[in-house]
T-cell receptor, first 115, second 116 residues
Framework: TQLLEQSPQFLSIQEGENLTVYCNSS?????LQWYRQEPGEGPVLLVT?????EVKKLKRLTFQFGDARKDSSLHITAAQPGDTGLYLC???????????????FGQGTILTVHP | DAGVTQSPTHLIKTRGQHVTLRCSPI?????VSWYQQVLGQGPQFIFQ???????GRGNFPDRFSARQFPNYSSELNVNALLLGDSALYLC???????????????FGPGTRLTVL
């Protein structure tokens, strides 16, 4: 069974602080995606990382995929209240088996940024 | 362009009843996946359908079934509802069979099912 351990589960910080969310697994994923989810809504895709060691930047957000494609991190610089939400990492399963196409999600990180 | 749409938005059922949830993928997307998200947890994979065939199944009982229609829309059916089936049910679509690098899945807003 593939598992993604996401940490921390809760994060409460002040506006302007930096933070990092981690996503770790013992399994290799063909790609890894980060989503942000608002209450009562579906997850919204932030980024997809595919290559081991890949780093992608989206304004103040930096995403990194581990060299072995088993872990990833999300770093937010100078957090703002608008960054508040549930952040989810999800690993995609590659070809073969009955779980092809399955996204395995971490349990999520609830981020609260206080003004 | 319209994103993934799901109906209904909210649904209240009682134990033992049956429910049908519907999903329309993004235009041009041929794959639809279903996920269950219990409050406080990440989504759990239920099914993936591509070209009207089941291509992936998660660890859910046979009470859960789904199908995909020629227009690529999909239905998720749950029989003999249990209290534990209360959750947000998410539908995601992708251009092709998701799983390879770059086969990004885009999620709909979900259907909130409450079982009393």
């Amino acid at each position: 069974t593939q598992l993604l351990e996401q940490s921390p589960q809760f994060l409460s910080i002040q506006e302007g602080e930096n933070l990092t969310v981690y996503c770790n697994s013992s399994s290799v994923f063909s790609s890894l995606q980060w989503y942000r989810q608002e209450p009562g809504e579906g997850p919204v895709l932030l980024v997809t990382v595919v290559t081991g060691g890949e780093v992608k930047k989206l304004k103040r957000l930096t995403f990194q995929f581990g060299d072995a494609r088993k872990d990833s991190s999300l770093h937010i610089t100078a957090a703002q209240p608008g960054d508040t939400g549930l952040y989810l990492c999800a690993g995609a399963t590659g070809a073969g088996g009955t779980s092809y196409g399955k996204l395995t999600f971490g349990q999520g990180t609830i981020l609260t940024v206080h003004p | 362009d319209a994103g993934v749409t799901q109906s209904p938005t909210h649904l209240i059922k009682t134990r033992g009843q049956h429910v049908t949830l519907r999903c329309s993928p993004i235009s041009g997307h041929k794959s639809v996946s279903w996920y269950q998200q219990v409050l406080g947890q990440g989504p759990q994979f239920i099914f993936q359908y591509y070209e009207k065939e089941e291509r992936g199944r998660g660890n859910f009982p046979d009470r859960f079934s789904a199908r995909q229609f020629p227009n690529y829309s999909s239905e998720l059916n749950v029989n003999a509802l249990l209290l534990g089936d209360s959750a947000l049910y998410l539908c995601a679509s992708s251009v092709r069979l998701a799983g390879g690098p770059g086969d990004t899945q885009y999620f709909g807003p979900g259907t909130r099912l409450t079982v009393l």
